[in-house]
C-alpha cells in the first residue's frame, strides 16, 4: 500500500480564474469569418513587449497570420511600448512576431491554409500560467449575406430567451 496520497489541483474554481486571464480579443473576427478549428500557441517576445502586455496595452484589431517558410509568423498585432520599459531599445509596436507551435500542428495548419483556402485568424490572447499564448483559429471569410444571416438569427436567438425568461417568470 502506497502512502503518497498528493492531490492536484484540478483547475477548477478560483485557481482556474486566475491562471487563464484575457490579455486582448479580437471581436471582429467571429463577425467577418466562419471560425472552425482553434489552436494555442505561444509567442516570441522581447523583454519590452512583456512588460506592456502586463500593462495591458495590447491591441489585436487588425492582426492576423501567414505561414512563410514552414514557420508562422503574426501581423499587425499592437503592443505600445512603456516609456520607462524601453529606454534602451528602438521599440517597434507592429513588429512581425513568430508564433511558437509543435511542428505537427504547423504542417497541419500548412496543409489547410495551401490546399483548402483556410486562414489563420489570431482571436484572443490570453495568461497560462506565466506564459502568454495565442488562440489562432482556423477560418473561412463571410460575404455579406452571411454576415447579415448570422445576426438575424443572433438577433432571434436573444428575442426568444427574452419571451422565454418572460414566459417563466410568469408561470
Known amino acids: 500500500m502506497s502512502k503518497n496520497n498528493t492531490t492536484k489541483n484540478t483547475g477548477t ?18 463577425h467577418d469569418f466562419h471560425l472552425e478549428d482553434r489552436y494555442e500557441a505561444g ?3 522581447q523583454g519590452w513587449e512583456l512588460k506592456s502586455i ?8 487588425d492582426a492576423y497570420a501567414l505561414v512563410k517558410n514552414g514557420e508562422i509568423f503574426l501581423f499587425g498585432s499592437q503592443i505600445t511600448p512603456l516609456s520607462q520599459a524601453s529606454t534602451h531599445v528602438v ?12 511542428r505537427h500542428e504547423i504542417d497541419k495548419l500548412v496543409g489547410y491554409v495551401d ?4 486562414t489563420l485568424i489570431p482571436t ?18 463571410k460575404q455579406a449575406h452571411d ?25
Do not use: C, F, P
Open 147 to 171: 454576415k447579415r444571416q448570422a445576426s438575424k438569427d443572433r438577433d432571434w436567438q436573444r428575442d426568444k430567451q427574452r419571451v422565454m425568461r418572460k414566459h417563466n417568470k410568469d408561470a
Open 115 to 118: 490546399r483548402e483556402g483556410y
Open 124 to 141: 484572443a490572447v490570453y495568461w497560462k500560467g506565466n506564459k502568454v499564448k495565442l488562440e489562432l483559429a482556423l477560418a473561412k471569410g
Open 43 to 45: 509567442i516570441a517576445l
Open 54 to 61: 502586463r500593462a495591458g496595452r495590447m491591441n489585436m484589431g
Open 91 to 102: 521599440a517597434d509596436d507592429r513588429r512581425t512576431r513568430k508564433l511558437l507551435m509543435h
Open 13 to 30: 474554481g478560483k485557481d482556474k480564474a486566475s491562471a487563464q486571464k484575457t490579455i486582448a480579443l479580437n471581436r471582429s473576427a467571429r
